[in-house]
Nanobody
Framework: VQLVESGGGSVQPEGSLRLSCESS????????MGWFRQAPGKERERVAT????????FIHPAVEGRFTISKDNAKNTLYLQMSSLTPEDTGIYYC????????????????WGQGTQVTVS
């Protein structure tokens, strides 16, 4: 199983980035998928989650209205479109997959990507 994130980088405040997470080898049918981030010196937090039916089930209040999660099943790719970035969005962004299809906020996330760095300054 592989989850490979890409699209991170350094941007100025108010800039935009689109993160991608290409998955392969996941045998879960219709898994919950999500984006998480970890800022320096802070615990990892959930940013956005989609359930196995493609519904957005969670957006962190700090990013609501600025970030959009989506996925392309044909490409096995999860996206996070980020706009109006602020320095508080700086961190390593990870995508993850769960064997659950729903109740994604309670689900265990068994597969993780290596992360992609986002720096806003």
């Amino acid at each position: 199983v592989q989850l490979v994130e890409s699209g991170g980088g350094s941007v100025q405040p108010e800039g935009s980035l689109r993160l991608s997470c290409e998955s392969s080898g996941i045998t879960y049918r219709d898994p919950c998928m999500g984006w998480f981030r970890q800022a320096p010196g802070k615990e990892r937090e959930r940013v956005a989650t989609m359930d196995g039916y493609g519904r957005v089930v969670f957006i962190h209040p700090a990013v609501e209205g600025r970030f959009t999660i989506s996925k392309d099943n044909a490409k096995n790719t999860l996206y996070l479109q980020m706009s109006s970035l602020t320095p508080e969005d700086t961190g390593i962004y990870y995508c993850a997959a769960s064997p659950w299809t729903t109740s994604c906020h309670l689900a265990p996330y068994n597969y993780w990507g290596q992360g992609t760095q986002v720096t806003v300054s």
